[in-house]
């Protein structure tokens, strides 16, 4: 963008926040570092947790409820972050020590840490690259944005910008 004065600074800022959102919610990754919480009813099948954001950073705290609502503690030394290999996913042992009979519903808490980091350089480049392309079309193209919503209008390149760091579902 070229911008020379300050009358605008809002609006540029709220597209800078509006395009992050868009990103992330595309590639399923948080940009800079950001604290989730997830929720579970049970232990998954294979003691695999799938984290809903990523890259993870760090495991801060697994909480477990049992049948009356008593919270319990998980030692995180015995969880297996599945690192560099797949960092979207937490491994957990056959036997999960100090967990209780799990209350029926929301019985499990994982606090983490998902980013890349927390300066703005630790983001690679090309997601950098995809949030400034995106604001800079929606700050020259208003209407566009205005009339189709800010999700629906992108340029061209904006796609393969972000191509290797899309989720895949399958």
């Avoid at 800022?13 to 950001?34: C, D, F, N, P, Y």
């Avoid at 609502?69 to 995180?76: A, F, K, N, S, V």
């Avoid at 967990?99 to 090309?126: H, S």
Wanted: hydrophobic share 45%; glycine share 8%; with cysteine.
């Amino acid at each position: 963008m070229r911008v020379e004065d300050e009358a605008e600074d809002g609006l540029i800022e709220a597209l800078i926040v509006a395009a992050r959102v868009h990103v992330e919610s595309l590639t399923g990754k948080a940009l800079l570092a950001q604290t989730w919480r997830l929720v579970l009813d049970d232990w998954p099948e294979g003691r695999v947790v799938k984290l809903p954001v990523s890259p993870m950073i760090a495991l801060s705290e697994i909480r477990c409820y049992d049948a009356v609502g008593g919270e319990h503690q998980i030692d995180l030394d015995q969880v297996l972050p599945d690192g560099q290999a797949n960092p979207a996913r937490v491994i957990l042992p056959a036997s999960v020590a100090g967990a209780p009979v799990l209350r029926a519903r929301m019985g499990i808490e994982i606090d983490y840490v998902a980013g890349f980091g927390t300066e703005p350089e630790e983001v690679p480049a090309d997601l950098l690259q995809s949030m400034k392309t995106l604001a800079a079309y929606w700050y020259e193209n208003r209407d566009a944005v205005l009339v189709s919503g800010a999700g629906a209008s992108v340029p061209a390149g904006f796609e393969r910008l972000i191509a290797s760091h899309r989720r895949v579902r399958l």
